[in-house]
């Protein structure tokens, strides 16, 4: 079962992503702001499901905290805020825009996501392993 870290200040919000992930077959933690996220994530969470606005911390920073933390964890920021877009720097697998449009849509982004950040780890190992081999190769040659 996957766990994931909800973090949104607005608790229909968060009702709602909670019941939603709970049936989609979700372990599902809630946190009221950024300072009780960052004070809760650890590694067994496999998805951070964050607000862009936040009281305390704001979103953006708690998922950039939490990336330098925990390179494995797949990211989803949320935001009614349309230049959330353009946020490519923090490393996001994915962004939900609010209000959501469907809760399928919800489910679905997160889901996709989740492959999009295995896909991301996969090319990783690949390219570590290809590197090796150059290396073994170059060394055999000389």
Known sequence: ??????????????????????????????????????????????????????????????????????????????TASPEALSLTSLGLDGYLAKPFRSTALLVHTLQAALDRHAQAEKRQAIEAQLQGAVAQLTRRDR
């Open 1 to 78: 079962m996957r766990r994931v870290l909800v973090v949104d200040d607005d608790e229909s919000v968060r009702r709602l992503v909670n019941q939603v992930l709970l049936n989609a077959g979700y372990e599902v933690v809630l946190a009221v702001d950024g300072r009780e996220a960052l004070a809760m994530i650890d590694a067994s969470f496999d998805v951070l499901l964050c607000d862009k606005s936040l009281p305390f911390v704001p979103g953006t920073s708690v998922v950039l905290e939490a990336r330098a933390r925990f390179p494995k964890l797949t990211t989803v920021l949320m």
